[in-house]
Structures are given as C-alpha cells and as structure tokens.
C-alpha cells in the first residue's frame, strides 16, 4: 500500500507521481510477456500534487501487472501529462477500483484530463486491442481537469470488452478542446454510466 503521503512536483517518463506495472508488454495473463506483478496495490489517503508525465500518465500511473488496484480517498490536483491521463492513467491491461477520490484541475495535453481508461493499441496492424480488464469509478469528484483532446474529465479509449462501471460521481466543469467535455467513449463495448452529475 501507498498511504498517507504527499507526493509532489515529481517528473517521469511514463508517470510522475505514481507508477504501477509496464506498458507495451501485451496481455500478461496470456504467458507472453512480462509481467510486473504489482497487483493488489492500494493507494489512499494521500496529497498527490503537481506532478507531470511525459508520455501516458501524470499524476497516477496504471500499466499491465497492475491488476486488482484500489485507489481511494487521494487528493489528486495539479498534475499534468504531455500525453494521456493527467490525474490518473489505466494503460493497458488491468483491473481495479478508483473511489471516493478528488480529482481537481489536472491537464492532459492530448487525452483524459481527469481519468484515462484505455487498451493498448495491438502490435499487429488491423488487430483489435487486448482492451482492459473491469475497472469500476465509484463516487469522485472529478472536476476542473482539461484535456487538449477528447475527454476533459473521464476518458474511455479502447477497453473494448472490459466492464467499466462509471458510478455516483461528481463530474463538474471540465473541458476538452475536441470531443467529450466530461465523458467521451470510444470502442466502449460494456459500459454503465449510472447517477453521475455531469455539468
């Protein structure tokens, strides 16, 4: 577990506050990749502050071998990625829970200011991506974040068949500069979005 900590004004490649897992290593429950075992971390409590990603992540980073997550009770503000997911960033495949977090005034410069869910893209052109594995969003506030792409708040991009539950959460004035201010889905096959305010 990560607990109780203030994380701040930290820098990485793939994350700058947090890191979980590798990406680009395909589907590690198939026996051909490495994995990273980090499973069945959880992250709470903690002030993850103004930290900044250069490729796929900012302030939270969720790769394959990070499977069975928790990340509850954080305060993750400030944080920015050049690429994906400015608060948090699922890239690849895993599963987890995020809840009861507040996710304020984060920046992507391309997808997901807030949240990022996404599948990695398949090595083999013309396959579909591995996707996710079930993800729930349970009760955040998810507000402030800006995406320079689709998907201010909350982005789901290829999870394909993996289950994400988007549940009771504040998703309040966010902005994305192309598509999907506070929800934008693609290649989204089993999603509930479900008593959320979305405003």
Sequence with gaps: QISNSLIQSNGGQHGGGIRLGLPYTANPDAGNALDAENDFVRIHHNRILNNGGILLAGGVALFNGAEGYEIDHNVICGNYSAEYGGGISNFGYTSGSIHDNEILFNNAFDEGGGIMIAGELSPTPGEVSIGTGDIDILRNRIQGNVSNDDGGGVRLLQPV?????????????????????????????????VNNTVA
């Design 161 to 193: 068949a993996g289950k994400v539950r988007i549940v009771n959460n504040m998703i309040v004035n966010n902005l994305a500069t192309d598509t999907g201010g506070g929800i934008a889905l693609d290649d989204a096959l089993n999603v509930e979005i």
